[in-house]
């Protein structure tokens, strides 16, 4: 049975900082094309970040030199570091895993930037 648990979300002030982790199990994790999305009320559902088996990354245009993603696959994990967090930001969380297919999903992790 395929796992994806997220966890690190929660209330932030405009600035600051959130570590999210997405720890995964049920499959080959170290093959699998990793990436966070997120939503936003009364908004589709958009990629935040990817990361790559090889460990190629690829950022939206909104997240780029504040939002790091990295993976360590000895823990079945992949990590979204968020700083400079803007209101705009405030969304569910999604991590996804995918290999030559849709993927899998976790059940979200809210982020909301207030002050």
């Known amino acids: 049975q395929v796992q994806l648990v997220e966890s690190g979300g929660g209330l932030v002030q405009p600035g600051g900082s959130l570590r999210l982790s997405c720890a995964a199990s049920g499959i080959r994790f170290s093959i699998y094309v990793m990436g966070w999305y997120r939503q936003a009320p009364g908004k589709q559902r958009e990629l935040v970040a990817g990361i790559t088996s090889g460990g190629s990354t690829n950022y939206a245009d909104s997240v780029k030199g504040r939002f790091t993603i990295s993976r360590d696959n000895a823990k079945n994990t992949v990590y979204l570091q968020m700083n400079s967090l803007k209101s705009e930001d405030t969304a569910v969380y999604y991590c996804?895993?995918?290999?030559?297919?849709?993927?899998?999903w976790g059940q979200g992790t809210q982020v909301t930037v207030s002050s």
């Open positions: 996804n895993a995918a290999f030559r297919g849709p993927g899998f």
